[in-house]
């Protein structure tokens, strides 16, 4: 390893001081990998995958429950997830700032490495790069994924009809409120802990389990349940009625939504998917949920209600009236993930 | 299209003025893309495929040859390309800062769906993020990539042994060149220009053609010849005898690297790869190379001499002297992809 304790433009340069810094620093963290690959080889993967990818340029990069490293690979294999696939490898191409404490880059790396553990995913391929202080605030990530689509999933929005219903395996809002909560320096009776969590194995048992039963899955992340459900919506031309008495919420995150002014609705979650389910084996997939941890407080939250030429969602909400959920227009909370 | 001309944080947020965004900038130049999904499925990828990423923070962001989008797509085929495979599928990460000129974006989309067009290639999945002024430079982009690995592909540095030639294909430092010559504000009497280009076709061919005599493929980036030659020499465990005067390079490149006092072996090249073909196919691996636009300059540049159990790289120079050739340390170049 080298003498320096930050990361300085020249780790980015592709010469010595490079491979020192992947040697030690970044395949430390990846004890199955003897060399991070320009191009990985991957052999028998079915003749179906999918391929995903995202960046994630939250900041803070450490907040409670998560970081940006976790945040990478749970948010990459859901992807993969919400496909109905099995993830089996990941790239991952950091992009860090000049300045960088490598501590701090140990930390995302064991994170990273402990939560692809989790999701049965390897990082097989990567990339690093240095950029000069001032930009990437601290370190951008970016993982892309591979997955084997399971034979059983049967998954589209050309599935989805009057009488299905909308299940959450869980609590919203505990993501986007747990990175406010911190940007904003807020304390609450208790601290709001991202839920940034692998779903794969809770999704590959519904589907593995339930089949074309399942028609829909999709993770509510940077728009909330309100951009899954309006999507959901529009591209499959229905009516989803929700009811607002039956969405899992923490009491904290409520809390800390009503003095910061968000609509729960709208903000992202990263341990969650919306799940459309045939009415006949929504309760089963419920009782599926709850089996996991990060399914818990799963909870039926709505029903497709009749295909319509203005597709809406609309919400029953605890007092008795009813609202129209709309997607949001830009941008609620800046760099949530 | 929004009546903004340049990007807001809010274009990042997932609702409404992201889909507008990526609907009608982005996936205008995709026009094979109806949507641009979180999980693309790929289906018969093959038994054996290859997977690589990216990320690309070249800085400028327009240079002469090219731009960070025609190098997003370059960089990963060619990655693809230098493990035997035929690329299939990319993924497009756009990482935006805040106040990029819509019109920038436009022209970088557009050189990214022209030379995926070359490379063959199609961007089947992608995420666009948006980050606060002063952060990412205009724009950072990660592509992944998938191939699939052509079955007369046969590399590994396992396979290298005495006799074998080194083929380069084209001029060397042209791409390194290009960016400092701009960054410096230096005219010479020639723009020099990038070489940037898509080079899987051309390595196809090699290796359709000639399978297993073909040992090895690297493309020569961050760290130039002297980076791959190196890691040839201490992985397969051999020396390697270069000639200097068998080198391609251009004048105006010569010349600016005099001024500004690079050597060119560490330059990073954007079109070029480094082979190593057995002693017999040596000439017709030049042939086939000479039949391709970026291969009219190749050269078979030195030979494997012997293994050793201190491998290294030396250059009989154009005086008839000989040196060693090292591997940079650090940084000579940042940010040139």
């Known amino acids: 390893m080298t003498n320096n304790k930050r990361i300085q433009l020249a780790h980015g340069g592709g010469g010595k001081l490079t491979d020192e810094l992947i040697r030690n620093v970044i ?29 994630y340029v939250v900041n803070p990069i450490f907040f409670p429950g998560g970081d940006v490293g ?32 490598i501590a701090h880059l140990e930390r995302i790396m064991q994170s990273i490495s402990q939560f692809a553990e989790s ?14 202080k001032g930009q990437a605030d601290g370190i951008y990530i970016n993982t892309a994924g591979i997955g084997r689509v399971l034979p059983q999933a049967k998954l589209g929005f050309d599935r989805i009809c009057e009488g ?16 406010m909560a911190m940007r904003e320096n807020l304390s609450f009776q208790t601290t709001i802990t991202s839920d940034v969590a692998v779903l794969s194995q809770l999704t590959g048992e519904l589907i593995e389990t339930l ?13 909330g349940i309100a951009g899954v459900l309006n999507d959901i919506a529009s591209d499959a031309g229905v009516n989803i009625l929700i009811d607002e008495s039956r969405i899992p919420v923490n009491s904290s995150v409520k809390a800390a939504a009503e003095v910061l002014g968000f609509d729960l609705l709208n903000v992202a979650n990263e341990g969650k998917f919306v799940a459309v389910v045939s009415e006949r084996s929504a309760e089963q997939a419920l ?5 996991f941890p990060e399914g818990k407080l799963a909870n039926i939250i709505g029903q497709v209600e ?12 605890s007092i008795g009236g009813r609202r129209f959920v709309q997607k949001p227009y830009g941008e609620q909370l800046p760099r949530i993930c």
Do not use: W
Not at 28 to 49: F, H, M, R, T
Not at 211 to 221: A, C, N, Q, V, Y
């Open 119 to 132: 999701a049965s995913v390897k990082i097989v391929t990567g990339d690093t790069k240095v950029v000069p």
């Open 27 to 55: 395949l430390k963290y990846l004890p199955y990998q003897p060399e991070l690959l320009d191009s990985a080889i991957i052999e028998n993967v079915g003749e179906k995958i999918a391929f995903t990818t995202d960046s």
């Open 70 to 101: 976790k945040l990478a690979v749970c948010g990459t294999t859901n992807d993969l997830a919400m496909a109905g696939a099995k993830p089996l490898a990941l790239s991952l191409a950091l992009i860090i700032e000049e300045g960088l404490e």
């Open 211 to 223: 089949g074309s039963e399942i028609k829909f899955l999709r993770d509510p992340t940077r728009a």
């Open 164 to 179: 299905d219903k909308i299940l959450i395996n869980g609590t919203i809002g505990d993501h986007g409120l747990a990175i």
């Open 287 to 291: 009782n599926i949920c709850k089996k």
């Open 306 to 317: 009749s295909s319509s030429e203005s597709p809406a969602v609309v919400m029953k909400t």
